[in-house]
């Protein structure tokens, strides 16, 4: 049996980078943390083993800058870089330059990461392991008569994707036949401003939706998946509230979900950590697939609640070449957890991003509560990144008591005068449609009128 790796380089920031170090001592395991000069001061610096600082408070001249942060591993002897999420998570290049240096990337391999990032790509292997997926072009649009042709096949409305998007960006829905090439012409241009890349896909536009993933982990010849997150609760297609078991599912649909997630994983060979999301047609109660996360998700405490299981310490292992101990039989889904993504920002002024100085906090507790965050007293949140500033995790053996577990948790919670979204997911969380459990990813805009 391979032996854990020794020394390990967290190349992020934040809750994450503390979650990784906090996995990496329970398993004996060193860790080197990359930072920029904006969070020389942060907990998860103090904390590491050794802390180095790559660069500015920018993100592209420091946590994003690939060759700072190889070049800390080998300065430094470090087996392995772990990416977390955002910054070089699903970098393939990075992924790549990592193993061209015998440096071992915490997640699936460069061309993997290459095949899924490219939607196009990831549609076509999703079909080839029969895996549903939503109708639409079977490649990419390079010009007006191909969309023309799908735009006839499948009706409006219809959805342009760009396929090296992600994360909510580079969409755009079209309603009608006249504004069919203009806006071709304008998310061709945007995709390859934002990503290099201008190519496109059309799909139809699934409007009663549901946005349920599948949680996966995975070492090459076992393929396991831990259940279901609803990400259904989102604001301009990011996530506010992620919960699991998906309140919407029966068992049948529930299997099919994690049947074709697997199925998928098993046909590129994948290894570590990784989500298949999908759209959930509440109308037809038919699931499709619309990408691969190839890395750990920010919400992905939700599964560690619900199965009882480590996924950060699973992703070290699996990293050190240590077969999964478990099979899919030994992972028992318990009770309901729900997540809520606190951010520094006013939901009063169109979510703006507040940041300041957390000049006192406190975290809630209690059975079932966990919250994972770097925030503690005297922390300034920087304007530089993401404006999360923890997540909140609430287990209850049904999704009543998570939910009330989850308004008690929000109301102890205490960051000072920094302004968060706290409020507003207790203003969710207390909704008739949310307490019911029966919307679908319109419910957010609705709830604020827009």
Request: proline share 4%; charged share 25%.
């Amino acid at each position: 049996m391979s032996a854990l790796l020794k020394t390990v380089l967290i190349a992020n920031r934040g809750e994450i980078a503390l979650r990784i170090i906090r996995a990496c001592r329970e398993l004996g395991i060193s860790t080197i943390l990359v930072h920029s000069e904006a969070d020389s001061d942060s907990l998860p610096v103090r904390l590491a083993d050794r802390a180095v600082c790559i660069g500015p408070a920018r993100s592209n001249m420091s946590y994003r800058n690939q060759q700072a942060v190889l070049g800390a591993a080998l300065s430094f002897g470090a087996d392995a870089i772990h990416p977390g999420y955002g910054f070089l998570a699903e970098n393939a290049e990075f992924a790549a330059a990592c193993e061209k240096e015998g440096i071992i990337f915490i997640g699936p391999s460069s061309k993997v990461i290459h095949q899924m990032g490219d939607k196009i790509e990831a549609k076509k292997i999703a079909k080839k392991a029969d895996v549903p997926t939503v109708p639409g072009s079977d490649g990419a649009i390079t010009e007006f008569a191909e969309a023309l042709k799908v735009a006839k096949d499948v009706g409006f409305p219809l959805l342009i994707k760009a396929a090296a998007g992600g994360g909510g960006r580079g969409m755009r829905v079209v309603r009608q036949m006249e504004s069919l090439e203009s806006d071709l012409s304008e998310i061709m241009s945007e995709a390859e401003t934002a990503f290099g890349d201008s190519s496109v896909y059309i799909e139809r536009y699934l409007t009663n939706i549901r946005h349920i993933e599948i949680q996966v982990m995975c070492d090459g010849e076992t393929f396991l998946h831990m259940g279901e997150r609803d990400c259904t609760t989102q604001r301009r297609n990011q996530k506010l509230i992620e919960e699991g078991p998906s309140p919407v599912l029966d068992d049948r649909l529930r299997q099919e979900l994690a049947t074709a997630a697997v199925n998928l994983c098993r046909e590129v060979k994948y290894t570590n950590a990784g989500t298949i999301e999908f759209v959930f047609d509440l109308d037809e109660r038919k699931f499709y697939f619309i990408e691969m996360n190839t890395r750990i998700q920010v919400e992905h405490p939700v599964s560690e609640m619900i199965t009882g299981l480590d996924l950060i310490k699973m992703q070290l292992e699996v990293a050190s070449g240590i077969p999964l101990a478990i099979r899919q039989d030994d992972i028992r889904i318990s009770g309901h957890a729900i997540e809520c993504r606190i951010n520094a920002e006013d939901p009063e002024q169109n979510f703006m991003p507040c940041p300041g100085t957390v000049k006192r906090f406190h975290m809630p507790g209690g059975l079932g509560i966990r919250m994972d965050t770097h925030i503690e007293a005297g922390y300034v949140i920087p304007p530089f990144y993401d404006s999360m500033v923890g997540k909140l995790i609430c287990w209850g053996q049904t999704r009543e008591e998570a939910r009330a577990r989850m308004i008690a948790a929000l109301d102890e919670l205490d960051l000072g005068a920094i302004t968060t979204t706290a409020p507003f997911h207790k203003e969710i969380l207390q909704n008739e449609q949310f307490v019911s459990g029966v919307f679908n990813t319109s419910f957010v805009a609705t709830l604020l009128g827009k």
